[in-house]
């Protein structure tokens, strides 16, 4: 397949201004914005106008939990006997994968949520599976698949010409546990490669159809992988549902399953402790109640995070991520729905200025979110340079810039009805997502020993930010498109193809589940072969596959909150597994 054949260019500093007057209501807001008990500038406003009543609303449904709810959950599993129960069982199950050293048993455990337990044993194994030479593998798919999955998944650069000696084969030459494992190693393709993923798609359906497959739990994992692939999936917000099916399998190992349930348990009693600390955080800024107009979703912010960090150490970073995705979120509500063109010109130029001063210049419900923007980054960018003597600030401010330039440009699109084409859609899209101030402050975070040339180049847009963001990008579009098109935003991905091939809606999703596709294999490319740390390598390939698992079902739970993104946010944080 060929390559995505997109231009990642924009012009800096575009300006539109508009003549619209506006009128503004009296708002009474403290913007005090503490985290961690540090002191913060804070601002009172006192404004006498009403608000206009021909503002647009996104008619968002008031949040399922309010803070009182959040403080009063409790789980019995955050005390320190549990950890220590884990940690045995952790201990049997690394002799137990030192003995047999099974591929099967570190996927199972990658699966399962608890691999992060066994990281030097598994890196160990996979290194004497990586320089070896199996003999066997070549006449059998299932281990040459599932041994190539596993190198790549894991950042090994194994060529794909392992697959050469079963070019000649047909389907019917093939058990179906070979066949599922040739399509799950498909999707670690890069550009240039093409691992027989039509093949194995089609063969494996044609089996499920034709009720070829009579082990159910085999069954169970083909109709699975053919929804949802697990290069794609995250760990975390998956685990449950793996934990269920895991337990059903006749080869189950009781060891591992009941680390699996009490590690899950443990896992979310710290959750749910780092959702309490973004709660009160979301609390004191006050933006939910000074703003009506946003979107109150302090908890799915949070969801979010257990997908794109997974590792337990990273509590600090899941709530920084989850004040983003608030601010991001508050954002985007001001330039999609609220705010006038000329208000949003004015909100642009104060984030380019980034002083304190700024804020004089601006209407007051805008007065509340910059400053509360302004003191999170700052905030952010002392804590780099204290723990690691680096100035993050003006790298951090930048991609803010950036995202608020490109919410002007399509709050521009939109006021004067413009219809952008794909590709213009896209180049202004991919960063207007909210991804790169994501990625930028993770950046930060989780490189240990920071340099400037590797700070300029993620923040020049690295293939690898530009393809954790296009993902995030293109799987919203296929989930909110539509009722964000409904209740008036500009055009997304599947309308903008729609409109330029004059196309059916199923002819511009599958055009977009391609480029998914093809943006995939870039990511897969930085996996195996980036100058970043590995850490900022997992976050940047989560966040696509966070986006993909949450808009799966055409609902993110921030607009229009959707039944199973509920059923799911509240299995992983607030239900204990039994």
Known sequence: MSSIIIQFSIPRNTSFISNVSSKQRRFTAAASATSQGSQRARCSLQVD?????????????????????????????????????????????????????????????????????????????????????????ERDLYSTALRFRLLRQYGFNVSQDVFDCFKNYKANDFHTKGLLQLYEASFLATHGEEIAKEFATK????????HEIDDIHLLSSVEAALEFPSQWRVQMPNAKSFIDAYKRRPDMNPVVLELAILDINIVQAQ???????????????????????????????????????????HGFERIMLTKINALVTTIDDIYEIYGTLEELQLFTDAILRWDIESIDKLPPYMKVCYLALYNFVNEMGYYTLKDKGFNSIPFLRKTWVDLVERYLIEANWYHKGYKPSLEEYINNAWMSIGGVPILSHLFFRLTDSIEEEASESVHEYHDI???????????????????????????????????????????????VRSLIE???????????????????????????RMAQ????????????????????LRSLLFEPYE
């Open 49 to 137: 106008n009403e608000i206009q009543t021909e503002r647009r609303t996104g008619g968002y449904q008031p949040t399922l939990w309010n803070f009182d709810s959040i403080q009063s959950f409790e789980f019995e599993y955050k005390d320190k006997e549990y950890p220590k129960k884990a940690a045995a069982l952790i201990e049997k199950v690394k002799m137990l994968l030192l003995k047999e050293q099974r591929l099967e048993l570190i996927d199972d455990l990658r699966r399962l949520g608890i691999s992060c337990h066994f990281r030097n044993e598994i890196d160990q194994i996979l290194k004497s599976k990586y320089l070896e030479k199996n003999e066997l593998d």
């Open 549 to 568: 698992f949450i808009y799966q079902k055409e609902s993110d739970g921030f607009g229009m909150q959707h039944s199973l993104v509920n059923k799911q």
């Open 203 to 210: 063969s494996l359906m044609k089996r499920v159809v034709d």
């Open 518 to 544: 093809q943006t995939w294999k870039m990511m897969n490319k930085e996996m195996m072969d980036s100058q970043f740390a590995i850490y900022f390598v997992e976050v940047c390939a989560n966040l696509g």
């Open 465 to 511: 930010v530009r393809a954790s963001c296009m993902i995030l990008r293109l799987a919203d579009d296929m989930g909110t498109s539509l009722d964000e098109v409904e209740r008036g935003d500009v055009p997304k991905s599947v309308q903008c193809y729609m409109n330029e091939n004059n196309a059916s809606e199923e002819e511009a999703r599958k055009h």
């Open 271 to 313: 959750f749910l402790e780092e959702l309490k600390e973004t709660s009160r955080w979301w609390e004191s800024t006050g933006l939910a109640q000074e703003l009506p107009f946003v979107r109150d979703r302090i908890v799915e912010c949070y969801y979010w995070t257990t997908g794109v960090v997974e590792r337990r150490e």
